[in-house]
């Protein structure tokens, strides 16, 4: 397969439009769940005032690494996003794979925990302590479940994983443990509560954030939404059978992130080691039992 | 040129280098570099079409492509760490002695890479261990070396019994006839198998071998630590894939029970790589001494090798080679940017440190492609081999060897991070405000070795080739894949380039937006928010100290492998005291006792 700058152009197009989805998803949520607590709420487009907002702000520096920081998190971001398959809008085939998923990911991850450790806060630093501490939690159970799901279906690829499902069935019905721990991981990734320990407000002021405004506010802002986009798109093509077409993907997608942001207003905060704690007692064991059923026994398979 | 030439001209070298140093320890200490230059110049030019024909006597050698490809690690390694050894003539307490070694080390590890025959490799081993034993008390510690050089002849034991046990068995010192031979009779094939694998295994720092690579390596010379990570831990992985794959273990240890696909002595094998790994990972996590931290940190990586040598398919052997050249180069810029940062500061303790960036930039973006690479983050060699290994791993279905990859992969964001965000973010300390970057000398080396890391992890496919040559060489029967720009993996594809330019789109994007923006104003360090208090002193600004803290406390009360070690020396020595008691006491009539009843059954001879 050749790939030509038209299939960049189109990737960023997904990228872009990942983005705006999630902004507008979460503007809708910020208003049904303050409908919930009885508040007015925002209005939907909220989030896209903020970003343009903070993007037309003039704002401080503390040097090149961390301005340098937030356009490697960017950049790290959209890349991934670009890489994402949705319904049947697949730019990369085959190149999709898992593993660059969660490592390209984490370029964008360390461009931004380097430019907040290198705003010189310490609140920072104990936010991207935290953050890391907390990736090793929820990352390890996560993987375990993807690799024994690409052992049994001999593929990593998430658009071929996606056309398996298609084809015989979820795997929410094949591994519905896993999908548990899927669904428990994806909190963890997303930051929700009980597992927001790293950004923590009142604690921490925001962990990494401590230190932004103006345009790398806005920018990180929208590397937040378009990981957000990433994360929930992985879930629902690893677990919910992708999509058929773009509207079967947007009803699932909108219908996870609701859910994740609904129980995320009813938990409390884990502290980070309770964190870390959980998710090697319970994610851990269930996704080796779910490994152990799928790799040794080929149950639901 | 042969082998022998460059063998005996580098021995002759280290010898001129001691006398060179003598009279002028910079002109030494350049020799060095211009040798170490030399060798690798002469090998990439003549390729592994060098020449193993001229002999003397016993010592005799042969080119294999695996034997190219680790000498050409350890050339580059050694080439670019020389660079640095003109700055260290005064800080070490015998330049020449140092020059010296750090060569006749070089000689012994070629020497064992491309010996025919057991004796001769077993005979360079021991130079390469004796040479690097007297570098480590160069540094901080003599107990360091004594520990290091107590592991290594416990594995050149080992190393040695099973070299004449073969002997005694089949008549040959050569490697590939006496593996050959041995393939027949499972039990001796098996049993020098394991006995060679942990010399393999203590020169790798695979658990419970791994103590001496902290304090080693923590405490060598800053320049030779490199050397230690990058180079010679590599001779272990070397013996390993040598031994596994010229027996090969698998058909030896068909008739055992399986386990995941593989034989159960290869199973239990690979346990101990992941122990390693989760141990390394660990353990580098709460180390305040960079150095010690990426010593552990390559104990974990000794275990994602063990792991994909032990796989034995050509994708995982693939990967653990690959993995070997990233971990190499990575590491050893790891470590050469902490021993420019000691240079300039004269302390590698992280807590001691900060804000460094502001002083040494490129040191600091060093330090950064290095951890990217060693984190396994693209697009660095170090995901080339990860995704191999993944790769392989998802194929065999083992998930709970991948359960500790993982979480030493994970777990080395955390490690790797640290020195980053420590020791070069944060705040600038005043007492090193006046520090400078490091010297161009310095900066030369580390520029050129990130080079390498970022060429072959986005264009990695004639790294890829070069370990399908090396697998075909040792006789597997299906090789690793790759087109132009494509690695095809047994479940996916990975087209590295592909990766690299989406990331440059992305990050043309993000710049874009970053200057269309208004430009920002800069402002100080210290010029952030503090909830209101009003703060002066920068060092204690700093989250510096204990940085993984709440995550250490979790594992703070593990058992210590070392209390093991320390109780086996207690036992060694009550055992030596007990022998003194009996045989060497004041008492002159027991001694004499002991003698006479040694002579008789001396006389009785063989027929008792």
């Known amino acids: 397969m050749t790939i030509t700058i038209t299939d960049f152009l189109?990737?960023?197009?997904?990228?872009?439009?990942?983005?705006?989805?999630?902004t507008s998803v979460s503007g809708i949520t910020r208003k049904t769940v303050a409908r919930m607590q009885k508040r007015y709420g925002p209005k939907w487009y909220q989030n896209f005032r903020d970003i343009f907002k903070l993007l037309n702000k003039r704002a401080i520096t503390h040097g090149w690494v961390y301005d340098f920081g937030?356009?490697?998190a960017l950049a790290g971001i959209i890349g991934t996003a670009m890489f994402t398959p949705v319904a049947n809008i697949v730019v990369f085939k085959g190149y999709d794979n898992f593993f660059v998923f969660v490592y390209l990911f984490a370029v964008g991850m360390l461009g931004m925990a380097m430019s907040a450790s290198g705003s010189g806060n310490p609140l920072a630093s104990i936010g991207v302590m935290r953050a890391l501490t907390q990736m090793v939690g929820y990352e390890v159970p996560f993987m375990v479940i993807v690799l024994a799901l690409i052992h049994v279906r001999d593929t990593s690829s998430i658009s071929a994983l996606v056309d398996i499902q298609q084809a015989s069935g979820w795997n929410l019905v094949v591994m519905p443990i896993g999908t548990i721990v899927g669904f428990i991981c994806l909190m963890g990734m997303l930051g929700k509560k009980p597992f927001d320990t790293y950004i923590a407000p009142a604690e921490l002021a925001s962990g990494p954030m401590v230190e932004y405004g103006g345009k790398q506010l806005g920018m990180l802002m929208i590397m937040h939404e378009i990981a957000t986009f990433v994360e929930i798109s992985l879930f629902v093509n690893l677990f919910l059978g992708g999509g058929s077409n773009i509207l079967e993907f947007l009803v699932k997608y909108f219908i996870v992130y609701t859910l994740a942001s609904y129980v995320s207003n009813v938990l409390g905060r884990f502290k980070i080691d309770q964190v870390v704690t959980f998710y090697y007692k319970i994610p851990i064991l269930l996704a080796l039992i779910q490994a152990g059923m799928l790799v040794i026994f080929g149950w639901g398979v | 040129m042969t082998i022998l030439t460059i063998i005996i001209a580098l021995i002759v070298l280290s010898f001129a280098t001691y006398y060179i140093t003598k009279i002028n320890n910079q002109v030494g200490a350049y020799t060095t570099v211009v040798v170490t230059l030399a060798a690798l110049v002469i090998f990439l030019l003549e390729g592994d079409k060098l020449s193993g024909a001229s002999s003397i006597g016993i010592l005799r050698f042969s080119v294999t492509p695996l034997a190219w490809f680790f000498s050409i690690i350890m050339l580059i390694v050694y080439s670019m760490v020389a660079f640095f050894n003109p700055y260290w003539m005064k800080k070490i307490l015998h330049p020449g002695a140092y020059n010296m070694l750090f060569l006749l080390s070089l000689a012994g590890t070629i020497g064992v890479f491309f010996a025919e025959n057991f004796i001769v490799m077993f005979i360079f081993w021991e130079i390469v261990v004796w040479a690097s034993m007297f570098i480590i008390p160069f540094g901080k510690s003599r107990t360091a070396s004594v520990v290091y050089y107590a592991m290594s002849t416990f594995g050149s034991f080992t190393f040695l019994y099973a070299i004449f046990m073969l002997y005694a068995n089949y008549g040959t010192f050569v490697i590939k006839d006496s593996l050959e031979a041995a393939k027949g009779d499972a039990n001796i094939a098996i049993a020098a198998f394991i006995l060679m694998l942990l010399a393999g295994f203590i020169k790798l720092g695979i658990f419970p071998f791994h103590i001496w690579l902290p304090m080693a390596h923590g405490n060598a010379p800053d320049t030779?630590?490199?050397?230690?990570?990058?180079?010679l831990v590599k001779l272990g992985a070397f013996l390993t894939i040598l031994i596994t794959t010229l027996l090969p273990i698998h058909e030896v240890t068909k008739d055992q029970a399986y386990i995941f696909g593989v034989p159960i002595l290869i199973y239990v094998l690979m346990i101990f790589g992941a122990i390693s790994i989760v141990v390394g990972t660990l353990m580098a996590?709460?180390?305040?001494?960079?150095k010690k931290l990426l010593a552990y940190s390559s104990v974990a990586n000794g275990g994602y090798i063990l792991i994909g040598i032990l796989l034995y398919d050509e994708m995982a052997l693939s990967?653990?080679?690959?993995?070997?050249f990233g971990h190499a180069i990575a590491s050893a810029t790891a470590f050469l940017t902490i021993a420019a940062v000691s240079y300039r500061t004269g302390t590698t303790k992280m807590s001691e440190l900060g804000g460094m960036i502001h002083k040494m930039p490129i040191t600091y973006v060093v330090y950064l492609m290095a951890i990217i690479s060693m984190a396994g983050i693209p697009p660095m060699t170090g995901f080339i081999s990860k995704w191999l290994l993944f790769q392989a791993l998802a194929d065999q279905g083992m998930f709970f060897i991948a359960t500790t990859m993982f979480f030493g992969s994970i777990g080395s964001f955390l490690y790797v991070f640290r020195p980053l965000s420590v020791l070069f973010l944060g705040q600038l300390k005043p007492e090193h405000k006046t520090v400078k970057e490091a010297p161009i000398g310095m900066l030369i080396p580390m520029v050129i070795l990130s080079g390498i890391t970022?060429?072959?992890?986005?264009?990695?496919?004639?790294?890829?080739?070069?370990?399908?040559?090396?697998?075909s060489a040792l006789g597997f029967d299906k090789v690793i894949e790759t087109s132009a720009l494509v690695i095809q993996g047994n479940n996916g594809d990975l087209h590295a380039p592909l990766i690299t330019g989406i990331f440059a789109f992305g990050f043309i994007i993000a710049l874009i937006i970053f200057l269309i923006a208004?430009?920002?104003?800069?402002?100080?360090?210290?010029?952030?928010y503090t909830a209101g208090e009003f703060l002066y002193t920068p060092s204690l600004y700093h989250a510096g100290y204990a940085y993984y803290a709440p995550f250490e406390r979790l594992y703070q009360k593990h058992p210590n492998i070392v209390a093991l070690f320390a109780a086996l020396v207690q036992k060694v020595k009550d055992f030596g005291k007990f022998i003194r008691f009996v045989f060497f006491s004041r008492w002159p009539g027991r001694g004499v006792m002991f003698i006479i009843l040694t002579m008789i059954l001396l006389m009785w001879g063989e027929k008792l």
């Open chain 2, 518 to 528: 208004p430009k920002s104003r800069k402002v100080g360090l210290m010029d952030t």
């Open chain 2, 285 to 290: 996590i709460k180390q305040d001494d960079a």
């Open chain 1, 70 to 72: 937030v356009i490697m």
């Open chain 2, 319 to 324: 990967g653990a080679l690959i993995h070997i």
């Open chain 1, 10 to 22: 189109v990737a960023f197009g997904v990228a872009f439009c990942g983005w705006a989805l999630q």
């Open chain 2, 454 to 471: 970022l060429f072959y992890g986005v264009l990695p496919n004639s790294l890829v080739e070069y370990t399908a040559k090396i697998e």
């Open chain 2, 224 to 231: 030779f630590s490199p050397i230690l990570s990058g180079g």
